[in-house]
Nanobody, 116 residues
Framework: QVQLVESGGGLVQAGGSLRLSCAAS???????MAWYRQTPGKQRELVAS???????EYVDSVKGRFTISRDNAKQTVYLQMNSLKSEDTAVYYC???????????WGQGTQVTVSS
C-alpha cells in the first residue's frame, strides 16, 4: 500500500499563487505522479503529470500557469499554480501510478478556492 498526503490548498484571489505538495510513503522515485482536480457534478480531470524521469505534461487550460515538479529525495511532488483563475477552483487530488507493480493510489484531496 501507498499513502499520499497532500497539503497547500486554500483560498486565494484571482491572479494569485498557491503551491500544492504531496508526499508519498513508498515507491515514489519509480512512479508517475499526477495532479487531478474535480468540481461538483463533474468528472475528475487530469491537470498535470510527471514521469519518473521528470518529463511533465499539462492540460491545455493550465499550460504556462502551472508547473509540476518532483523531489525524489523527499518523495514529494509539487504543483506550483500561478495566475490562478476562478475556474481553477476545485478539489485537487494527488495520484501515484506504478505500472509494473499495477499500483494506483490517491491522496485525500485538498480544496483550492480562487475568488474573483
Amino acid at each position: 500500500q501507498v499513502q499520499l498526503v497532500e497539503s497547500g490548498g486554500g483560498l486565494v484571489q484571482a491572479g494569485g499563487s498557491l503551491r500544492l505538495s504531496c508526499a508519498a510513503s513508498r515507491f515514489f522515485s519509480t512512479s508517475t505522479m499526477a495532479w487531478y482536480r474535480q468540481t461538483p457534478g463533474k468528472q475528475r480531470e487530469l491537470v498535470a503529470s510527471i514521469t519518473s524521469g521528470g518529463s511533465p505534461e499539462y492540460v491545455d487550460s493550465v499550460k504556462g500557469r502551472f508547473t509540476i515538479s518532483r523531489d525524489n529525495a523527499k518523495q514529494t511532488v509539487y504543483l506550483q499554480m500561478n495566475s490562478l483563475k476562478s475556474e481553477d477552483t476545485a478539489v485537487y487530488y494527488c495520484h501515484l501510478e506504478h505500472r509494473s507493480l499495477l499500483l494506483n493510489a490517491w491522496g485525500q484531496g485538498t480544496q483550492v478556492t480562487v475568488s474573483s
